[in-house]
């Protein structure tokens, strides 16, 4: 699905991706965990094709990115910039899909059955200043859904909501990957979120970032905010991530 | 779509309404009481003086009456003077105001979107709109004879700038993320301009529509006092050189009143097309 | 401002002045009534040693400083009050919003009957004009003062005054310069438009009234360069004031003139 060869960035004389390598596969999530200030939302803005890497290649299906990607959608961190404030949640949701060439109607109801997947079945005509921040990325999330991409890239899509919220998130997540097959690069600081929602986690260095690490996570589906955590082999992956970014104090007690 | 607009304006006014008649005549009075007051005491000090320069505010209404309130009541009222006076002005005022606003924003939007583009045109733009229109009120005069020319000249010249500036500086600020966004699910050039760009800097753009609106009415005004044979600032400077001080007070209660009904309507549109940014960082 | 920035804006005025000299030279544009740049510039150099003109800008130019202080004299403890009393506001509101729409200019036919004495009628409706930017900024910034600056003085004892004068006015200061910034500019075109109505012995007005009954719109645009140039330079020194004196303030205007 994804494939990211060599890829370097840097901005000026600072270098912030030195020589990154690693893959998606069709249907996989993959979290990218790392210290902040690694420069991973540089490199998922490379993979979204909104900045031009110094150097490497990245490949969707095969081919290069060299513009944005027609199959590709993101989820940033800060629902606030980039959800419209001038448009209703139903709005925001509709307003990709009309390069597909759907018409006005048709548009609107995919827009609705997206706002129902994610909980917001009553919200369509809200506008984003009437909704709670979870409610926000909510939105966004039913947006990325609604366009119906083959890759999703989320940029840390849950550090500007509380902790409930967060949860409640990352389950919706894990919820609509089940039901469409979609891949996801979800991108976190955080290393229990990494492993919860990943099949896979990918450890970065701190900047300039390399991947040290790729973890298969093997926990049973559908997985549980309590049980799953309290597994042995979660327990035993959040420590051996944990230990590889020992010695990088700039992880430690983060945000 | 109907819940949407109550818990929207119940939103913008938090207040419940509470209390009987009472509270609302004390309401009314705590606001109102001055206006009366020196109203009355205008009236006092007015016939006092008996100055003719300096009529009571009766004899004004009287006169704002006699003027453009004596017609017949299938046109409301309004006298041929009042069409007459008021009609052609008004017209010249919206047209280069619409005429300026429309230039404005559209030039504005584009160099606010080409960096470079706007650093060649800025330093005459900020010249420009430091030229104080009623200098080149003789320029254009005899540049154009026509005095609807020479008006809606001195309007779309002295009011363009606020519009143009503001607009740019809105479609220069618009956040990132927004064109982030837009940029990722594909839109296409002219539909992140119409769709992105223009909603993230209409509130900076109205904020410029409403200051040139007043500025136009000035202008208007000015316009008319100079070289008109028309309008109302024409009657003004004919109640004064016929030292029809009545008149020329009348005149400008009569300006006034159509200063706030502009500003009251401007306002209105603002809100209703603005309604998602009213919550937000409303500044003006 | 980066050099490269500066050299556009200088390539911008260069093209600009040149399309307009050919347009004139082609004839496309009639010489006789608009004039090629190198002319006006020509003509905006001679004028200084005009004592005509001379006269006329300095007079201009300190009649629209004084209505302007005065202004800001009157403007600044007016909004003061009305920004802290609340009743004062309230009563005075529906005063206000009437009588700040009414255009300013369409009180000068009343000055010249109502004051005899041309200095002061000048003066007066300037000052009048020139007023509301600075009150309703004042009040508006009186109003945005953070509540919590305000209870942690008081909550060390601090008195109303103490209040005002450490926490409100300071706060304040940056709106009450971009009104001023404001008014500066509706200021000029009163003083201009009040020699246009009223005559005088000398004035940028007057100047442009005699030049234009003369057909030299050379004159007129070379007049209208200089009050361009003490525009922008009024501009540039509240700007670079209000840069300089307010760092720690984001204003967030809304409006940017």
Redesign the interface.
């Given at each position: 699905m994804l494939k990211v060869v060599n890829l370097a960035h840097a901005y000026g004389d600072q270098q912030v991706l030195a020589g990154i390598d690693l893959s998606v596969g069709d249907g996989e999530l993959v979290s990218v965990v790392g210290p902040s200030g690694c420069g991973k939302s540089t490199l998922l803005r490379s993979i979204a094709g909104l900045i031009k890497p110094s150097h490497g290649q990245v490949l969707i299906n095969g081919v290069p990115v060299e513009q944005t990607p027609d199959d590709l959608a993101v989820v940033f961190q800060d629902y606030s910039r980039s959800l419209f404030p001038w448009l209703s949640a139903a709005g925001n949701v509709a307003l990709p899909l009309r390069r597909k060439g759907m018409s006005r109607r048709a548009r609107r109801e995919a827009a609705l059955a997206a706002l129902d997947q994610v909980g917001l079945a009553g919200s369509a005509d809200k506008y984003p200043f009437e909704m709670s921040g979870g409610m926000q990325q909510r939105v966004a999330i039913a947006r990325a859904l609604a366009y119906r991409p083959a890759l999703l890239l989320m940029d840390e899509p849950f550090a500007s909501v509380d902790a409930q919220t967060r949860e409640d998130l990352e389950d919706l997540v894990l919820a609509v990957r089940a039901n469409h097959n979609m891949s996801i690069l979800l991108i976190t600081h955080d290393i229990d979120e990494s492993v919860y929602v990943g099949d896979r986690v990918v450890v970065l260095t701190r900047s300039p970032a390399t991947v040290t690490e790729s973890l298969t996570v093997d926990l049973p589906s559908p997985r549980d905010q309590i049980a799953t955590r309290e597994l042995e082999a979660f327990v035993r992956l959040r420590s051996e991530i944990g230990r590889l970014v020992r010695g990088r104090p700039d992880l430690v007690g983060e945000q | 779509?109907k819940?949407?607009a109550e818990?929207?304006a119940g939103?913008v006014r938090p207040e419940p309404r509470r209390g009987g008649p009472l509270r609302i005549v004390w309401a009314v009075v705590?606001?109102?009481?001055?206006?009366p007051v020196?109203v009355a005491a205008w009236e006092a000090a007015a016939r006092a003086a008996a100055s003719i320069?300096?009529p009571p505010p009766s004899a004004i209404v009287l006169r704002m009456r006699e003027l453009w309130l004596s017609g017949p009541p299938t046109r409301l009222f309004l006298s041929d003077d009042a069409i007459a006076d008021l009609l052609p002005g008004l017209g010249r005022m919206f047209a280069g105001w619409l005429l300026a606003s429309l230039v404005g924003v559209v030039a504005g939007i584009a160099l606010g979107r080409a960096a470079?583009a706007a650093?060649?045109?800025?330093?005459?733009i900020?010249?420009?709109?430091?030229?104080?229109?009623?200098?080149?009120?003789?320029?254009f005069?005899?540049?154009f004879r026509s005095s609807t020319q020479t008006q809606l000249a001195v309007i779309v010249f002295g009011v363009i700038?606020?519009v143009l500036?503001?607009s740019m500086?809105g479609a220069r600020s618009v956040?990132?993320?927004?064109l982030?966004?837009a940029?990722?699910?594909?839109?296409?050039r002219r539909?992140r301009l119409l769709?992105?760009v223009l909603?993230?800097a209409?509130?900076?753009i109205f904020?410029?529509l409403?200051?040139s609106l007043?500025l136009a009415?000035?202008l208007?005004?000015?316009s008319e006092?100079?070289g008109s044979t028309d309008g109302i600032?024409y009657e003004?400077?004919q109640?004064?050189r016929g030292?029809d001080?009545p008149g020329?007070?009348a005149?400008?209660l009569l300006?006034?009143l159509?200063?706030?009904v502009?500003?009251a309507v401007f306002v209105l549109v603002e809100r209703r097309v603005l309604?998602?940014?009213v919550?937000?960082?409303?500044?003006? | 401002m980066t050099g490269a920035r500066l050299v556009r804006g200088a390539v911008g005025v260069a093209g600009f002045l040149a399309v307009a000299e050919l347009a004139v030279r082609s004839g496309y544009l009639d010489e006789r009534l608009l004039p090629p740049p190198t002319v006006v510039v020509r003509e905006a150099v001679l004028l200084v040693a005009d004592p005509e003109f001379t006269s006329g800008l300095v007079g201009t130019v300190s009649r629209w400083l004084t209505g302007l202080a005065l202004a800001i004299a009157i403007a600044v403890p007016a909004g003061v009050l009305l920004g802290t009393v609340a009743w004062a506001e309230r009563a005075t509101r529906p005063l206000l919003e009437f009588l700040r729409p009414i255009p300013s200019v369409a009180l000068i036919p009343l000055a010249i009957l109502l004051i005899p004495d041309d200095f002061l009628m000048k003066i007066s409706v300037i000052v009048y004009a020139s007023l509301w930017p600075i009150l309703i900024n004042t009040m508006y910034g009186l109003r945005e003062v953070d509540p919590l600056a305000k209870d942690s003085l008081r909550s060390f004892g601090f008195g109303r005054l103490a209040v005002l004068c450490r926490v409100s006015l300071p706060s304040t200061a940056p709106f009450i310069v971009t009104g001023v910034r404001l008014s500066a500019g509706i200021a000029l075109i009163l003083a201009i438009s009040a020699e246009l109505l009223a005559g005088g012995a000398e004035g940028l007005g007057v100047f442009v009234i005699r030049a234009g009954s003369g057909n030299r719109t050379d004159l007129v645009i070379a007049a209208a360069l200089w009050a361009g140039t003490a525009g922008v330079l009024s501009n540039t020194a509240l700007v670079a004031a209000e840069r300089r004196l307010f760092r720690w303030h984001h204003v967030r205007s809304g409006a940017v003139t």
């Open positions: - | 779509m819940a949407v818990s929207r939103a705590s606001r109102f009481w001055l206006v020196v320069d300096f470079t650093h060649y045109v800025e330093p005459l900020h010249f420009a709109r430091a030229v104080p229109p009623p200098m080149l009120i003789t320029l005069v005899l540049l700038w606020p500036l503001n500086d956040e990132r993320g927004y982030d966004t940029a990722v699910f594909g839109l296409g539909e769709r992105i909603p993230a209409a509130p900076k904020a410029g409403r200051l007043s009415l000035i208007m005004v000015i006092l100079v600032g003004l400077l109640a004064q030292f001080s020329v007070w005149t400008i300006l006034g159509l200063g706030y502009l500003n309604s998602w940014h919550r937000g960082t409303r500044t003006t | -």
